[in-house]
């Protein structure tokens, strides 16, 4: 069965600076992975998906992701954090084959941004 | 830009009661989804349904559960007979043929007391 794992629940950061979230999953074939994002009281936003090809890959919000297939890791980045970005994030992973399968989530981390 | 709507936002019920939540997937897609978070915690899959039937369905997707695609466009999840436990953000999800790529509804919060 595929599972995720974020091991980090809460992140601070400050404003301006760097973002890494982790994410790290478990399948035993070439996953789909997404991230998605969730602000309070809102339903979730596709950040960026990894299918095949290039490992790494761009989003919206000027978030990247980078597909580590030897540590099975998905972590999803960005260079300069906004207030805006204050949110849950979800790493997902979808079976390879597409299409009915049910995405698994991770438990989620809480993103806070400092002034 | 199309996007997946829910309604209600908000459903109180009473333990017991059967409930019926809505949703519009996106409108040329083939796969809906029925996921939900309970406060806290993180999303489940719950159902997912392709050409009239069910594909996929979670051991949380018990015999309670029912879903259904009424008319060309809805797409609706019953509970029968609420429980405490059942209360929960409910999401509908959408997605074309290929790859798995789900559009997510707002959600519906569904409060049973």
């Known amino acids: 069965a595929q599972s995720v794992t974020q091991p980090d629940i809460h992140i601070t950061v400050s404003e301006g600076a760097s973002l890494e979230l982790r994410c790290n999953y478990s399948?035993?074939?070439?996953?789909?992975l997404f991230w998605y994002v969730q602000s309070p009281g809102q339903g979730l936003q596709l950040l960026l998906k990894?299918?095949?090809?290039?490992?790494l890959v761009q989003g919206i919000k000027g978030f990247e992701a980078e597909f580590k297939r030897s540590q099975s890791s998905f972590n999803l980045r960005k260079p300069s954090v906004h207030w805006s970005d204050a949110a849950e994030y979800f790493c997902?992973?979808?079976?390879?084959?597409?299409?009915?399968?049910?995405?698994?989530f991770g438990k989620g981390t809480h993103l806070i941004i400092q002034p | 830009e199309p996007e997946v709507t829910q309604t209600p936002s908000h459903q109180v019920t009473q333990m017991g009661q059967e409930v019926i939540l809505h949703c519009v997937p996106i409108s040329n897609h083939l796969y809906f989804y029925w996921y939900r978070q309970i406060l806290g915690q993180k999303v489940e899959f719950l159902v997912s349904f392709y050409n009239n039937e069910i594909s996929e369905k979670s051991e949380i997707f018990d015999d309670q559960f029912s879903v259904e695609r009424p008319d060309g466009s809805n797409f609706t999840l019953k509970i029968r007979s609420t429980k405490l436990e059942d209360s929960a953000m409910y999401f509908c999800?959408?997605?074309?043929?290929?790859?798995?790529?789900?559009?997510f509804g707002p959600g519906t919060r569904l409060t049973v007391l």
């Open positions: 999800a959408s997605s074309t043929l290929y790859r798995n790529e789900q559009f």
């Open positions: 997902a992973v979808g079976a390879g084959g597409g299409g009915a399968d049910g995405l698994t």
């Open positions: 399948y035993g074939a070439t996953p789909y």
């Open positions: 990894y299918f095949s090809g290039d490992t």
